[in-house]
Structure formats: C-alpha cells, structure tokens
C-alpha cells in the first residue's frame, strides 16, 4: 500500500490558521514526525505532502498547508496556493483552536461546502481547554458542525478523528479502469507501444493499471508491441475480444483489428477514470470548429524532460497544422501549473492524467466548461482526427 501512486491515494488536506498545530496533527494521526513542527507562527509555508497509510482509509496523501490567516504580500501568495489545493482534496480536515473570530473558518467552510468536499472540523490543544464541553458547543453552533476535540501533542481523540476521516469520506468504490468493456475470462490484446520517454526497463503508468486491472478481474491479458501485432493475433486460438492500444498508434492498430473486436486506448480508459469522458468527447469535436488563427492549450500532468516525436508537444501540435496551417499557435503548461484565465484558447488538449487523482482533472473540466472553452485529451482528440472516434469502444 505504502507504494500506491499519488494519484490513487485519497487526498486529505488540512487547513487552518497559523500555529493552530496543523502539522502537529498529522504527525499524530500518521504517529510518526512528518511533518516540521514549531511554536513559531507561519512555519509552514507552502503545500507539502506526505504519503501515508491511514487505518481504516488505507493509502492517503496528506497536505499540510500554510495558514490561511497570513499576512502581507508574501502571505498573500501563500494564501493563493493554499487556495489552490482545493482543485485536489478528496477530504478536508479543518483545524480550529479557540472560538474567538471565526470568519475565516467559516468562508471556508462555505467554499468547502460549495465544491462538494467533505470536511471534518477538530478543535486541537483541546488539553489546554478547561471548559472544553462548553467550547465544543459554542464552535457547533457558530460553524454548523460538532468538532471532534483531540490534542495532536498527548494523542488525545485521534482514534476518534480516524473515525470521524473514514465516516465522512464514505464507501468510496475503486473505479475499474476497463469498466464494462471486459468481464471475467475475456481475452483482451494490449498493444503497448514503448514510449522513449518512459524510464528504462518500466512501463508508464497507464500500461500498469490497465493490466492490474484486467489481471483483479481475471481476464485473459495479452501483451504485445505495434510491430508484432499480427504476429500476436495469428497466434491467438481466437480473436480476443476488446484491444487495448496506445493512442499514437490507433490507425495502425484499427486496420489489423479482427471483425467484432472492440478498440479501446489507454487514453480514453483515462478520459472515463479520470474525468466526465461526455464532456471530453464533445471537446474532441469542437476540434472540427478551430480556424488557421486559434490558440490551444496542451495541459500535461506530469512535468518531465520532452524527448523528439512527443505526444503533446509534438504529435498532436503536428496533425492541428497540417489540418490548419502554421499559423495555429500553441501554449504548454505541465504539472501543477495551469492557467486561471482559459478564455484565451479555444481549445484545452490534456493527457491522460495518470498522474492526476480525479477530482483535480475534474476540477480542470468544471473550470473549462465555466469560461466556455472545450477540453478534450490526447486519445480522444488523436482518434477524432484520424476519423475513428465513432469506432472507439468507450467504458
């Protein structure tokens, strides 16, 4: 578990003011020192994580962040990024230590509740309070919710804070990344296509979840390189009935595939895992609308050294120009950085997000939709080009 991926752990954030032990308490409930912790306010000064698993929730990502009160042009900026990691919190841990002013909290609270994020109060040092049932009273009926008391420096309520974190996440079901495009027992082709960018002697990411995937539903899994594809499929007794390819490859692998096989990519299984794969279809569309004078964004979520032949620097900016000329303008943004104003573009191509946990592409796709710009991703947008997405069988 402890070697789960970013992107599949639950990601738990915690806010509060300044010096209200934020990064105390995640090191009681991890029980181990993760987190830097000092009685100078302001300590923690940028989003931080830390990978960990967390009985009953099993593998979490925890984000310590700076206090939302901070003060200051610097403190602004660190308030902005606080901000930011909204876009990824699959739950929220709200950290309170007294009952004085409570705008703050409670504009929070409100932007918590309005992104649909699940929150979890707790009043912290609650050893330092002498009249704590009555503290505990006045912060429900100020903020609307019972804080769970603990005390991050004796370890006081923590199991309780575990069971409030598990009650509030709820009965979260694992997506299967092939969904009811393969069942127990069915044959299914993987043509994965070795990109130079992966590191040496590895499978990127989206390869080893497909396969992990089809392997817990007990299919019958079958790997293979574009090269040696019709030399895999002559050596099947039957043809298998779904083929799951790179996107890069899709006409390739289109015009060897079996009568009543179905075609599927890595990046499409993305699309419907990931994000709202409607909506991904219809910005693969609005490809068709684009003029020599648009602007498109390539969104990538993971930030590495880009190789020649790249995906979306290279590839799908080439097959835009040839369809529209030179003119066509491109802008990349890797990783955590994205632009607010989207209105700029007319179009959003993003990856596959293997890097992304859902909610952050989510947020992307919400985001785009709000200032009306169509988002797609690579395998959508490459098999609408290539004339094939009405072909693609989808999860």
């Known amino acids: 578990m402890n070697s789960a991926p970013q992107s599949l752990r639950r990601h738990i954030a915690i806010f509060g003011r300044r010096n209200v032990g934020k990064s105390s308490l995640i090191n009681a409930l991890t029980g181990q020192d993760v987190a830097i912790v000092s009685p100078e306010a302001g300590t923690t000064t940028d989003p931080v994580n830390r990978a960990m698993e967390i009985l009953p929730l ?10 939302f009160d901070d003060e200051g042009a610097v403190g602004e900026l660190r308030n902005k990024r606080t901000h930011k990691v909204l876009d990824q919190t699959d739950l929220a841990i709200l950290v309170i230590d007294q009952a004085n002013d409570l705008s703050l909290e409670k504009q929070w ?6 992104l649909g994020i699940p929150v979890v109060t707790v009043l912290n040092k609650s050893d330092k309070h002498e009249q704590l049932d009555a503290l505990i009273e006045q ?13 991050a420096a004796t370890g006081s309520g923590i199991d309780m804070l575990r069971k409030a974190l598990a009650e509030a996440a709820g009965d979260e079901q694992e997506l299967s990344l092939t969904g009811s495009l393969a069942k127990a027992g069915d044959s299914v082709l993987l ?3 070795q990109d130079p960018q992966a590191p040496k002697g590895r499978l990127i990411l989206p390869q080893v979840q497909t396969l992990r995937d089809l392997l817990d539903k007990g299919c019958i899994a079958t790997c293979c390189g574009v090269d040696t594809l019709r030399q895999s499929l002559s050596a099947l007794t039957k043809s298998p009935s779904l083929i799951i390819t790179d996107s890069q490859v899709f006409a390739q692998v289109y015009e060897l595939k079996p009568e009543g096989t179905r075609l ?16 991904l279809i219809e910005g693969a569309r609005a490809i068709d609308h684009l003029t020599p004078h648009s602007r498109v964004l390539i969104a990538e979520a993971c930030t590495h050294a880009p190789m020649s032949e790249d995906i979306g620097r290279v590839k799908i900016p080439r097959m835009l120009r040839k369809k529209y000329g030179e003119s066509i303008a491109f802008d990349i943004h890797a990783g955590k950085d994205y632009p607010a104003d989207l209105k700029q573009y007319d179009l959003i191509v993003h990856c596959g997000a ?28 490459i098999a609408h080009m290539q004339g094939i997405l009405d072909k693609v069988a989808l999860p």
């Not at 099993?58 to 206090?67: E, K």
């Not at 609270?109 to 309005?114: K, T």
């Not at 912060?139 to 919710?145: K, P, T, Y």
């Open 58 to 67: 099993g593998p979490c990502l925890l984000i310590d962040t700076a206090g």
């Open 109 to 114: 609270l409100d932007e918590l509740h309005r």
């Open 139 to 151: 912060l429900m009926a100020a903020l609307g919710m019972r804080p769970v008391a603990v005390s």
């Open 191 to 193: 043509v994965m296509q």
């Open 264 to 279: 599927t990519s890595f990046s499409v299984l993305m699309a419907a895992a990931k994000g709202n794969i409607e909506v």
């Open 354 to 381: 293997c890097m992304f946990n859902r909610r952050l592409m989510l947020s992307r796709i919400v985001r785009a939709q709000e200032q009306g710009v169509p988002i797609t991703n690579y395998g959508l947008a």
